[in-house]
């Protein structure tokens, strides 16, 4: 082999740019500790897990031969929640980007790295042009990020540092950062003061730096039909009597959606099994085939039901009726939208007495309701004491967690109530709860009810003081009318005295749904 070839062989590179894995920490390890060694060195492996699983698409390297040479750490913001006064540690959540909000409007830039051994092959460049394709593919407006000045202790006795950038934006001085971030397109946005104030060599100085998306599409807020800031909900607390048929039960549904449609509320929420009282219509006194009985008229209800919604222009959350599939019993509450529309949430969890009684089966599906008003999660009734589906429904941004309950003893009552106030204030959105009341002697399993309708909020300033928003007199049949601020939940996630959402230890744990489709 002669020297030449040899050569060839050992200067040769195998470069790919690929997102970033967990199993590439201690090639990133080693990076940091090299580039940072002066200041602290590498990231936790808690950070840098956190990093990956909370936006793996945003986490970005390049290796050569299957090691990692150069990386690119993002986060999406909701860019006007910090503005630009921000530290560095703020806007990233302390390197864990508890702050990634993945409706934000920027891509912000956490941290870029390319190994001292690679300086020059324009690494850095191919990271950034990385970025702004994700920024692009994205609709993002923007790419921002505070970058280091590592120059300016030899000419902080001199020069302020806005003199400073001016001479690096001029070319008088050069910066190792500064200068390849303006070549890159980045425009310096302002100073910024403590951004990093362990960063001795920029003297605690940063600059914002912004490149601007030119092919970014802002949706154009409609003028009309557009999506609420706000929402008036409407609750039943349903008053259980007996009805002859189907059409005496009907007559009483409408006369509730007209009286909250007068009000003009956006939905209206019934009990669980608020048609019970069909039961009493059965032929046959045994329980079980009363409640298949009884879902006989779920059809003809559902078709009823919707055309409610639509004529009195109110989304209609049905309660929940039986259904029968494959010979299977199921709970299901449908949501009967003002557009015409009808999506469906079965119950997951049947209580031991529906499962021993009814013979009755849970549901496979879980999942978020886009509504002209917001977005919506349906638990039915004893499902809402299963923290796991709130909060699996809260990574989806449900902002209002809807339950049809029915209970018939106080100590029933309780457990949906303070589950759903738990899950108010763990997943930092509102919850309702309506219920029905009085008896039903003929019916046998659901003769006696106890119920008070409630609509929860999280628990901070902007809020109740004891987290209700409103409730009911209890056991005595009437409505709830409450208008519900959406803007305060996006507010209270990244402004409240605590932030549940964003705090999560995501590196730590998580509650991940395996289950299929219904």
Request: glycine letters at 6%.
């Amino acid at each position: 082999m002669s020297q030449d070839q040899t050569v060839i062989e050992e200067t040769e590179h195998h470069l790919a740019l690929r997102n970033l894995r967990l199993d590439d920490y201690n090639d990133i390890k080693a990076l940091m500790d090299d580039i940072y060694a002066n200041v602290g060195g590498a990231w936790p492996y808690s950070n840098y897990k956190a990093q990956v699983t909370t936006f793996p698409e945003g986490q970005i390297c390049i290796e050569d031969k299957g090691k990692v040479v150069a990386f690119a750490i993002s986060v999406i913001v909701d860019y006007d929640q910090f503005g630009d006064k921000h530290s560095y540690d703020e806007i990233t959540g302390d390197a864990y980007l508890t702050t990634h909000d993945p409706n934000g409007d920027v891509l912000y830039g956490v941290e870029v790295i390319v190994s001292k051994e690679y300086r020059g092959l324009r690494l850095g460049r191919r990271l950034y042009e990385a970025r702004k394709e994700l920024c692009r593919n994205l609709n993002l407006k923007s790419i921002m990020a505070g970058g280091r000045i590592p120059n300016y202790k030899n000419y902080a006795s001199e020069l302020s540092p806005y003199e400073y950038i001016e001479q690096v934006k001029s070319k008088d001085i050069y910066d190792p950062i500064l200068t390849f971030q303006i070549s890159n397109g980045f425009e310096v946005k302002q100073v910024l003061s403590a951004y990093l104030p362990e960063d001795e060599a920029s003297k605690g100085y940063a600059t914002l730096l912004q490149w601007h998306n030119i092919y970014y599409e802002p949706s154009s807020p409609s003028l009309i039909a557009g999506r609420k800031s706000s929402a008036r909900i409407g609750c039943i607390q349903w008053q259980m009597r007996y009805f002859n048929n189907v059409e005496e039960l009907l007559q009483q549904v409408e006369y509730f959606v007209d009286a909250l449609s007068d009000y003009s509320c956006d939905v209206a929420l019934f009990p669980e099994f608020f048609n019970a009282p069909l039961m009493g219509l059965s032929p046959s006194d045994t329980s079980i085939d009363a409640i298949w009985h009884l879902a006989t008229y779920t059809d003809e209800l559902l078709t009823a039901i919707s055309h409610l919604a639509v004529s009195y222009n109110i989304t209609i959350i049905a309660g929940s009726m039986p259904v029968v599939e494959d010979d299977q019993l199921y709970n299901v509450s449908y949501i009967c939208k003002r557009d015409g529309t009808i999506e469906s949430q079965y119950k997951l969890h049947p209580t031991p007495h529906e499962k021993k009684d009814w013979i009755m089966k849970g549901g496979n599906s879980l999942k978020v309701f886009d509504t002209d008003f917001g977005k919506i999660g349906v638990l039915i009734c004893y499902d809402v004491e299963f923290p796991e589906l709130a909060r699996i429904l809260s990574e989806q941004e449900m902002q209002i967690l809807f339950v049809p309950f029915w209970t018939d003893t106080k100590n029933g009552y309780l457990r949906v109530q303070r589950c759903a106030q738990a899950r108010a204030i763990e997943n930092e959105c509102y919850v309702a709860i309506a219920g029905s009341v009085g008896n039903l002697p003929k019916v046998d399993n659901v003769d006696i009810q106890y119920g008070q309708t409630a609509v929860f909020s999280p628990s901070d300033f902007a809020f109740p003081h004891d987290a209700i928003v409103s409730e009911t007199t209890p056991n005595t049949e009437m409505t709830l009318i409450v208008d519900l601020d959406l803007d305060k939940l996006t507010k209270l996630q990244n402004e409240g005295s605590v932030r549940n959402y964003l705090d999560r230890r995501r590196d730590l744990y998580r509650v991940e749904w395996i289950g299929g489709d219904d």
